[in-house]
């Protein structure tokens, strides 16, 4: 962002308006809404986080502990359990889980793979 003079930039009533509500001071102009790009788009940052999401979803999957997770990644327990979890909530049975990519068919009771180790992992 850099500094730009108000006299340099808008038309002369805009200017006479504006001064009147904040003459001599610094202000902050914000993009337009419909010109905003979302969180980490622009920097590709949300990409790479959903990718490492995956990751860690693919590996629970395969078996993975929370603990080894944990190392792996840098992150906290609950960091990694809020990762699973989320990618358990925005899937059904039989379709594709969420943050996973993974698939599983869940038994006749309705519970899945996911669900059945969220229990064991359970906070105390």
Not at 5 to 16: A, F, I, T
Not at 38 to 50: N, Y
Not at 67 to 79: G, T
Not at 98 to 114: L, M, P, T
Request: aromatic share 8%; glycine share 8%; hydrophobic share 30%.
């Amino acid at each position: 962002m850099e500094y730009k003079n108000g006299k340099d930039v808008l038309p002369p009533s805009l200017l006479k308006e504006l001064q009147k509500y904040v003459c001599g001071e610094m202000v902050y102009v914000p993009k337009a809404s419909d010109n905003r790009v979302p969180w980490g788009e622009a920097s590709g940052t949300r990409k790479l986080l959903a990718e490492r999401n995956r990751e860690i979803c693919r590996l629970y999957a395969d078996g993975w502990t929370v603990a080894e997770l944990e190392s792996k990644f840098h992150l906290s327990v609950v960091s990694i359990r809020k990762i699973i979890g989320a990618s358990r909530r925005q899937a059904d049975c039989g379709e594709a889980h969420g943050a996973c990519g993974a698939q599983e068919a869940c038994d006749e009771s309705g519970e899945n793979e996911y669900e059945e180790r969220a229990r064991s992992y359970a906070y105390h």
